[in-house]
Protein backbone atom coordinates (compact mmCIF):
# COMPACT_ATOMS: atom_id res chain seq x y z
CA UNK A 1 0.00 0.00 0.00
CA UNK A 2 0.98 3.02 -0.81
CA UNK A 3 0.44 5.33 2.48
CA UNK A 4 2.10 8.31 0.86
CA UNK A 5 -0.05 8.64 -1.68
CA UNK A 6 -3.28 8.10 0.51
CA UNK A 7 -2.29 11.01 3.23
CA UNK A 8 -2.85 14.19 2.04
CA UNK A 9 -0.79 16.64 1.15
CA UNK A 10 -2.45 18.63 4.01
CA UNK A 11 -1.16 16.35 6.69
CA UNK A 12 2.25 15.26 4.93
CA UNK A 13 3.42 18.69 4.97
CA UNK A 14 2.10 19.30 8.85
CA UNK A 15 4.86 19.23 11.23
CA UNK A 16 4.72 16.78 14.58
CA UNK A 17 4.13 18.82 17.76
CA UNK A 18 7.91 19.87 18.50
CA UNK A 19 6.93 19.89 22.54
CA UNK A 20 4.97 17.01 22.79
CA UNK A 21 7.70 14.99 21.07
CA UNK A 22 10.05 15.80 23.62
CA UNK A 23 8.08 15.23 26.47
CA UNK A 24 7.44 11.47 25.06
CA UNK A 25 11.21 11.05 24.67
CA UNK A 26 11.63 12.02 28.40
CA UNK A 27 8.65 9.69 29.49
CA UNK A 28 10.83 6.82 27.70
CA UNK A 29 13.69 7.55 28.90
CA UNK A 30 12.35 7.09 32.40
CA UNK A 31 10.71 4.57 31.80
CA UNK A 32 14.00 2.47 31.27
CA UNK A 33 14.85 3.72 34.52
CA UNK A 34 17.27 6.96 33.64
CA UNK A 35 15.87 9.59 35.79
CA UNK A 36 15.17 12.26 33.63
CA UNK A 37 14.19 15.94 34.04
CA UNK A 38 11.48 17.21 32.14
CA UNK A 39 11.99 20.64 31.07
CA UNK A 40 9.91 20.34 28.28
CA UNK A 41 6.65 20.34 29.71
CA UNK A 42 4.54 23.04 28.51
CA UNK A 43 1.63 22.33 31.18
CA UNK A 44 1.78 23.68 34.94
CA UNK A 45 2.80 21.09 37.47
CA UNK A 46 -0.22 21.73 40.03
CA UNK A 47 -3.14 20.05 40.27
CA UNK A 48 -6.19 21.26 39.86
CA UNK A 49 -7.66 23.21 42.70
CA UNK A 50 -9.78 21.62 44.38
CA UNK A 51 -12.87 23.40 44.61
CA UNK A 52 -12.56 23.35 40.56
CA UNK A 53 -12.54 19.38 40.83
CA UNK A 54 -15.93 20.06 43.00
CA UNK A 55 -17.88 22.20 40.74
CA UNK A 56 -17.35 19.61 38.17
CA UNK A 57 -18.02 16.94 40.37
CA UNK A 58 -21.81 18.50 41.66
CA UNK A 59 -22.65 19.43 37.73
CA UNK A 60 -21.56 15.60 36.99
CA UNK A 61 -24.11 14.70 40.29
CA UNK A 62 -26.40 16.60 38.65
CA UNK A 63 -26.49 14.86 35.69
CA UNK A 64 -24.91 17.81 33.14
CA UNK A 65 -23.28 14.91 31.23
CA UNK A 66 -25.01 15.97 27.64
CA UNK A 67 -24.18 17.80 24.40
CA UNK A 68 -23.79 21.24 25.26
CA UNK A 69 -24.80 24.44 22.67
CA UNK A 70 -21.96 24.64 20.39
CA UNK A 71 -20.60 28.02 21.34
CA UNK A 72 -20.90 26.65 24.54
CA UNK A 73 -23.20 26.88 28.17
CA UNK A 74 -24.58 30.41 28.31
CA UNK A 75 -23.76 30.49 31.88
CA UNK A 76 -19.86 30.15 30.71
CA UNK A 77 -20.01 32.61 28.06
CA UNK A 78 -21.81 34.94 30.78
CA UNK A 79 -18.96 34.09 32.90
CA UNK A 80 -16.17 35.37 30.73
CA UNK A 81 -18.54 38.58 29.99
CA UNK A 82 -17.71 39.10 33.01
CA UNK A 83 -13.91 37.95 33.54
CA UNK A 84 -13.37 40.12 30.03
CA UNK A 85 -14.74 43.36 31.47
CA UNK A 86 -13.32 42.67 35.20
CA UNK A 87 -9.50 41.50 34.17
CA UNK A 88 -9.26 43.27 31.08
CA UNK A 89 -11.46 46.07 30.22
CA UNK A 90 -13.18 44.31 27.56
CA UNK A 91 -16.75 44.63 26.97
CA UNK A 92 -18.38 41.45 24.70
CA UNK A 93 -21.70 40.43 25.09
CA UNK A 94 -22.28 36.87 25.69
CA UNK A 95 -22.98 36.47 21.90
CA UNK A 96 -19.78 37.49 21.08
CA UNK A 97 -18.29 34.41 23.12
CA UNK A 98 -17.36 30.72 21.83
CA UNK A 99 -15.93 28.04 24.25
CA UNK A 100 -13.72 25.60 22.70
CA UNK A 101 -11.70 22.46 23.18
CA UNK A 102 -9.02 24.28 24.69
CA UNK A 103 -7.63 27.66 23.16
CA UNK A 104 -6.06 25.25 20.48
CA UNK A 105 -9.12 24.82 18.79
CA UNK A 106 -9.90 28.38 19.22
CA UNK A 107 -7.10 29.62 16.99
CA UNK A 108 -8.17 26.40 14.46
CA UNK A 109 -11.39 27.70 14.86
CA UNK A 110 -10.25 31.41 14.04
CA UNK A 111 -7.83 30.42 11.60
CA UNK A 112 -10.87 28.05 9.37
CA UNK A 113 -13.11 31.09 9.90
CA UNK A 114 -10.77 33.81 8.14
CA UNK A 115 -8.15 32.52 6.03
CA UNK A 116 -9.36 31.94 2.40
CA UNK A 117 -5.72 30.24 -0.02
CA UNK A 118 -2.75 33.35 -0.12
CA UNK A 119 -3.68 35.44 3.03
CA UNK A 120 -0.69 36.61 4.74
CA UNK A 121 -0.68 35.79 8.77
CA UNK A 122 1.84 37.53 10.59
CA UNK A 123 3.06 35.88 13.65
CA UNK A 124 5.52 37.21 15.77
CA UNK A 125 8.06 35.05 16.57
CA UNK A 126 9.33 33.55 18.26
CA UNK A 127 6.10 31.78 18.41
CA UNK A 128 3.76 28.70 19.67
CA UNK A 129 4.54 25.80 17.48
CA UNK A 130 1.07 25.24 16.12
CA UNK A 131 0.69 28.73 14.93
CA UNK A 132 2.07 28.25 11.50
CA UNK A 133 0.43 24.61 10.87
CA UNK A 134 -2.92 26.12 11.82
CA UNK A 135 -2.37 28.47 9.42
CA UNK A 136 -0.92 26.39 6.54
CA UNK A 137 -4.00 23.97 7.28
CA UNK A 138 -6.56 26.76 6.62
CA UNK A 139 -3.97 27.02 3.17
CA UNK A 140 -2.68 30.70 4.74
CA UNK A 141 0.66 31.71 4.50
CA UNK A 142 2.48 32.36 7.88
CA UNK A 143 5.01 35.71 7.50
CA UNK A 144 7.38 35.53 10.80
CA UNK A 145 8.68 38.86 11.84
CA UNK A 146 11.62 38.31 14.44
CA UNK A 147 13.01 39.29 17.29
CA UNK A 148 15.94 38.08 18.98
CA UNK A 149 16.77 38.27 22.89
CA UNK A 150 18.30 41.59 22.33
CA UNK A 151 15.35 43.34 22.14
CA UNK A 152 13.50 40.97 24.69
CA UNK A 153 12.02 38.75 21.87
CA UNK A 154 9.07 41.72 21.21
CA UNK A 155 8.71 42.88 17.78
CA UNK A 156 8.75 46.67 17.49
CA UNK A 157 6.41 48.41 15.75
CA UNK A 158 8.62 49.47 12.68
CA UNK A 159 9.04 45.61 11.80
CA UNK A 160 5.58 45.00 11.80
CA UNK A 161 4.76 47.88 9.47
CA UNK A 162 7.08 46.35 6.65
CA UNK A 163 6.12 43.11 7.16
CA UNK A 164 2.56 44.48 5.90
CA UNK A 165 1.53 43.30 2.47
CA UNK A 166 -1.97 44.04 0.94
CA UNK A 167 -2.36 40.33 1.11
CA UNK A 168 -1.75 40.37 4.84
CA UNK A 169 -5.46 39.01 6.92
CA UNK A 170 -4.57 38.52 10.09
CA UNK A 171 -2.26 39.27 13.31
CA UNK A 172 -0.96 36.69 15.38
CA UNK A 173 1.06 36.39 18.82
CA UNK A 174 0.78 35.07 22.42
CA UNK A 175 1.45 37.33 25.32
CA UNK A 176 2.59 36.25 27.61
CA UNK A 177 4.10 34.27 25.21
CA UNK A 178 5.58 30.35 24.67
CA UNK A 179 8.24 30.22 24.70
CA UNK A 180 9.83 33.37 25.40
CA UNK A 181 7.87 33.92 28.64
CA UNK A 182 8.12 38.02 27.45
CA UNK A 183 5.04 40.13 28.04
CA UNK A 184 4.25 43.19 25.80
CA UNK A 185 3.40 46.10 27.91
CA UNK A 186 0.66 48.82 27.55
CA UNK A 187 2.52 51.31 25.58
CA UNK A 188 4.42 48.60 23.45
CA UNK A 189 0.73 47.21 22.31
CA UNK A 190 -0.08 50.80 21.50
CA UNK A 191 2.29 51.19 19.43
CA UNK A 192 1.89 47.93 17.18
CA UNK A 193 -2.33 49.25 17.36
CA UNK A 194 -1.29 52.66 16.09
CA UNK A 195 0.52 51.14 13.14
CA UNK A 196 -2.70 48.68 12.98
CA UNK A 197 -4.92 51.96 12.67
CA UNK A 198 -3.73 52.59 9.01
CA UNK A 199 -4.26 48.46 8.04
CA UNK A 200 -8.37 47.95 8.81
CA UNK A 201 -8.70 45.25 6.75
CA UNK A 202 -6.38 43.06 9.14
CA UNK A 203 -7.91 40.95 12.39
CA UNK A 204 -5.87 41.04 15.51
CA UNK A 205 -5.68 37.35 17.32
CA UNK A 206 -4.37 37.97 20.56
CA UNK A 207 -3.35 34.95 22.42
CA UNK A 208 -3.71 35.55 26.28
CA UNK A 209 -3.62 32.14 28.12
CA UNK A 210 -0.75 32.98 29.83
CA UNK A 211 -2.29 36.43 31.60
CA UNK A 212 -2.07 34.46 35.04
CA UNK A 213 0.97 33.62 34.92
CA UNK A 214 2.42 37.41 35.00
CA UNK A 215 5.24 39.09 37.05
CA UNK A 216 5.41 42.18 35.93
CA UNK A 217 2.98 44.98 35.12
CA UNK A 218 -0.62 44.41 35.05
CA UNK A 219 -1.70 42.26 32.02
CA UNK A 220 -2.99 44.45 29.17
CA UNK A 221 -4.95 43.64 26.17
CA UNK A 222 -4.61 45.02 23.11
CA UNK A 223 -8.34 44.50 22.14
CA UNK A 224 -9.06 47.06 24.39
CA UNK A 225 -7.74 49.66 22.84
CA UNK A 226 -10.85 52.03 21.40
CA UNK A 227 -9.53 51.40 17.82
CA UNK A 228 -8.56 47.52 18.30
CA UNK A 229 -11.98 46.59 19.79
CA UNK A 230 -13.60 45.71 16.68
CA UNK A 231 -11.17 43.87 14.67
CA UNK A 232 -9.44 41.74 17.87
CA UNK A 233 -10.00 38.38 18.99
CA UNK A 234 -9.12 37.95 22.33
CA UNK A 235 -7.81 34.21 22.89
CA UNK A 236 -7.89 32.57 26.51
CA UNK A 237 -8.32 29.53 28.52
CA UNK A 238 -8.16 27.36 31.74
CA UNK A 239 -5.24 25.29 30.81
CA UNK A 240 -2.36 27.90 32.15
CA UNK A 241 -3.81 29.84 34.84
CA UNK A 242 -5.83 27.50 36.04
CA UNK A 243 -3.74 24.17 35.78
CA UNK A 244 -6.39 22.75 34.08
CA UNK A 245 -5.05 21.17 30.54
CA UNK A 246 -6.63 18.01 30.60
CA UNK A 247 -10.29 19.44 31.09
CA UNK A 248 -9.85 21.08 27.77
CA UNK A 249 -11.54 24.63 27.57
CA UNK A 250 -10.43 27.68 25.62
CA UNK A 251 -12.53 30.22 24.56
CA UNK A 252 -12.47 33.98 22.76
CA UNK A 253 -13.91 36.80 22.55
CA UNK A 254 -15.03 37.98 19.02
CA UNK A 255 -16.23 40.52 17.03
CA UNK A 256 -20.28 38.98 16.34
CA UNK A 257 -19.83 37.97 12.95
CA UNK A 258 -16.72 36.43 13.53
CA UNK A 259 -17.75 34.54 16.57
CA UNK A 260 -20.66 33.19 14.66
CA UNK A 261 -17.91 32.00 11.80
CA UNK A 262 -15.87 30.23 14.34
CA UNK A 263 -19.13 28.88 16.11
CA UNK A 264 -20.53 27.71 12.57
CA UNK A 265 -16.74 25.75 11.86
CA UNK A 266 -17.10 24.21 15.29
CA UNK A 267 -20.82 22.98 14.71
CA UNK A 268 -19.14 20.66 12.28
CA UNK A 269 -16.26 19.14 13.40
CA UNK A 270 -16.61 18.98 16.87
CA UNK A 271 -19.56 20.32 18.78
CA UNK A 272 -19.89 22.42 22.27
CA UNK A 273 -17.09 21.21 24.79
CA UNK A 274 -17.67 19.05 27.63
CA UNK A 275 -20.71 20.30 29.57
CA UNK A 276 -19.54 19.07 33.14
CA UNK A 277 -15.78 20.87 32.54
CA UNK A 278 -17.81 23.86 31.40
CA UNK A 279 -19.75 24.03 34.71
CA UNK A 280 -16.57 24.07 37.08
CA UNK A 281 -15.14 26.22 34.45
CA UNK A 282 -17.71 28.68 35.02
CA UNK A 283 -17.21 28.59 38.83
CA UNK A 284 -13.32 28.95 38.24
CA UNK A 285 -13.39 31.71 36.58
CA UNK A 286 -16.09 33.93 38.92
CA UNK A 287 -14.78 32.58 42.29
CA UNK A 288 -11.07 30.75 42.21
CA UNK A 289 -8.76 33.77 41.02
CA UNK A 290 -7.04 33.47 44.17
CA UNK A 291 -6.26 30.04 43.37
CA UNK A 292 -3.97 31.44 39.84
CA UNK A 293 -2.16 33.93 42.00
CA UNK A 294 -1.37 31.53 44.59
CA UNK A 295 0.52 29.25 41.39
CA UNK A 296 1.90 32.79 39.89
CA UNK A 297 3.82 33.05 43.10
CA UNK A 298 5.11 30.23 43.18
CA UNK A 299 6.64 30.05 38.91
CA UNK A 300 7.41 33.41 40.35
CA UNK A 301 9.90 32.14 43.16
CA UNK A 302 11.51 28.96 41.02
CA UNK A 303 11.48 31.46 38.07
CA UNK A 304 14.29 33.65 39.81
CA UNK A 305 16.21 30.71 41.52
CA UNK A 306 16.37 28.90 38.03
CA UNK A 307 17.49 32.20 36.48
CA UNK A 308 19.99 32.69 39.38
CA UNK A 309 21.71 29.47 38.88
CA UNK A 310 21.45 30.10 34.41
CA UNK A 311 22.99 33.78 35.11
CA UNK A 312 26.37 31.72 36.34
CA UNK A 313 26.74 29.05 33.45
CA UNK A 314 29.34 30.72 31.16
CA UNK A 315 28.67 31.33 27.27
CA UNK A 316 24.74 31.05 28.09
CA UNK A 317 22.48 34.50 27.47
CA UNK A 318 19.47 34.72 29.16
CA UNK A 319 16.74 37.78 29.43
CA UNK A 320 14.48 37.98 32.31
CA UNK A 321 11.08 36.85 31.11
CA UNK A 322 8.21 38.42 32.92
CA UNK A 323 5.34 35.64 32.26
CA UNK A 324 4.52 31.85 31.64
CA UNK A 325 7.36 29.44 33.11
CA UNK A 326 9.46 29.08 30.60
CA UNK A 327 12.81 30.59 30.34
CA UNK A 328 14.36 30.81 26.36
CA UNK A 329 18.21 31.14 26.23
CA UNK A 330 20.46 31.98 23.32
CA UNK A 331 22.84 29.47 23.33
CA UNK A 332 24.53 29.79 20.10
CA UNK A 333 27.98 30.61 21.88
CA UNK A 334 27.79 26.50 21.76
CA UNK A 335 27.11 26.03 18.01
CA UNK A 336 30.74 24.64 16.31
CA UNK A 337 31.66 23.02 19.68
CA UNK A 338 32.27 19.13 20.53
CA UNK A 339 32.17 16.87 22.74
CA UNK A 340 33.85 13.62 22.23
CA UNK A 341 32.59 12.64 18.80
CA UNK A 342 29.50 14.99 19.44
CA UNK A 343 29.35 17.74 17.20
CA UNK A 344 27.16 20.82 18.05
CA UNK A 345 26.17 22.68 15.19
CA UNK A 346 22.71 23.75 16.07
CA UNK A 347 20.19 23.91 18.59
CA UNK A 348 18.47 20.59 17.64
CA UNK A 349 22.24 18.59 18.45
CA UNK A 350 22.22 20.78 21.67
CA UNK A 351 18.87 19.64 23.16
CA UNK A 352 19.32 16.05 22.15
CA UNK A 353 23.20 16.44 24.24
CA UNK A 354 21.51 17.64 27.17
CA UNK A 355 19.22 14.92 27.10
CA UNK A 356 21.60 12.40 26.47
CA UNK A 357 24.63 13.80 28.17
CA UNK A 358 22.20 15.49 31.29
CA UNK A 359 19.32 13.81 30.95
CA UNK A 360 17.46 17.10 30.98
CA UNK A 361 14.73 17.34 28.57
CA UNK A 362 14.35 20.75 26.80
CA UNK A 363 13.29 21.56 23.75
CA UNK A 364 15.07 23.21 20.71
CA UNK A 365 14.42 26.99 19.59
CA UNK A 366 13.76 25.83 15.56
CA UNK A 367 10.23 24.75 16.05
CA UNK A 368 9.39 27.97 17.34
CA UNK A 369 11.48 29.89 14.86
CA UNK A 370 14.45 30.65 16.84
CA UNK A 371 17.17 28.38 15.84
CA UNK A 372 19.76 30.41 18.52
CA UNK A 373 17.69 29.67 21.35
CA UNK A 374 16.13 26.45 23.47
CA UNK A 375 13.10 26.65 25.76
CA UNK A 376 13.16 25.46 29.03
CA UNK A 377 10.29 25.03 31.33
CA UNK A 378 10.14 25.80 35.02
CA UNK A 379 6.44 23.96 35.20
CA UNK A 380 8.46 21.69 37.72
CA UNK A 381 9.55 20.78 41.13
CA UNK A 382 12.15 23.47 42.77
CA UNK A 383 14.52 20.99 43.43
CA UNK A 384 14.39 19.12 40.12
CA UNK A 385 14.73 22.60 38.51
CA UNK A 386 17.99 23.63 40.49
CA UNK A 387 19.24 19.93 39.62
CA UNK A 388 18.62 20.51 35.82
CA UNK A 389 20.69 23.57 35.67
CA UNK A 390 23.68 22.08 37.71
CA UNK A 391 23.70 19.22 34.93
CA UNK A 392 23.57 21.53 31.91
CA UNK A 393 25.97 23.65 33.52
CA UNK A 394 27.87 20.58 33.63
CA UNK A 395 27.40 19.38 30.22
CA UNK A 396 27.92 22.88 28.39
CA UNK A 397 31.37 23.08 30.27
CA UNK A 398 32.45 19.72 28.99
CA UNK A 399 31.98 21.23 24.99
CA UNK A 400 34.84 22.47 23.36
CA UNK A 401 36.12 23.72 20.08
C1 LIG B 1 0.58 30.17 23.46
C2 LIG B 1 -0.39 29.05 23.59
N1 LIG B 1 -1.62 29.20 23.08
C3 LIG B 1 -2.53 28.22 23.16
C4 LIG B 1 -2.25 27.02 23.78
C5 LIG B 1 -3.33 25.96 23.80
O1 LIG B 1 -3.83 25.71 25.04
P1 LIG B 1 -5.09 24.76 25.28
O2 LIG B 1 -5.49 24.18 23.96
O3 LIG B 1 -4.64 23.74 26.25
O4 LIG B 1 -6.16 25.66 25.83
C6 LIG B 1 -0.98 26.81 24.31
C7 LIG B 1 -0.63 25.51 24.91
O5 LIG B 1 0.50 25.11 24.99
C8 LIG B 1 -0.03 27.85 24.23
O6 LIG B 1 1.19 27.70 24.74
Aim: overall charge negative; hydrophobic content about 40%; aromatic content about 8%.
Amino acid sequence: MNVSRLLSDRVQQMEESATIRMAQRARDLNAQGIHVINLSVGEPDFDTPENIKNAAKEALDQGITHYTPVPGLMELRQAIAEKFKRDNGLEYKAQQIVVSNGAKQSIANVCLALLNPGDEVIIFSPFWVSYPEMVKMAEGVPVMVHAGIEQDFKVDPAQLEAAITDKTKMLLFSSPCNPTGSVYTRQELAAIAEVLEKHPDIVIVSDEIYEYINFGEKHFSIGSLPAMKDRTVTVNGFSKGFAMTGWRLGYIGAPGWLAEACSKVQGQFTSGANAFSQKAAAHAILHEISACTAMRDVFLTRRDLFLDKLRTIPGLKVNQPQGAFYVFPDVSTFFGKKYRDIQINDADDLSEYLLSEAHVSLVSGIPFGAPECIRMSYANAEDEILEAADRIKAALAKLEN
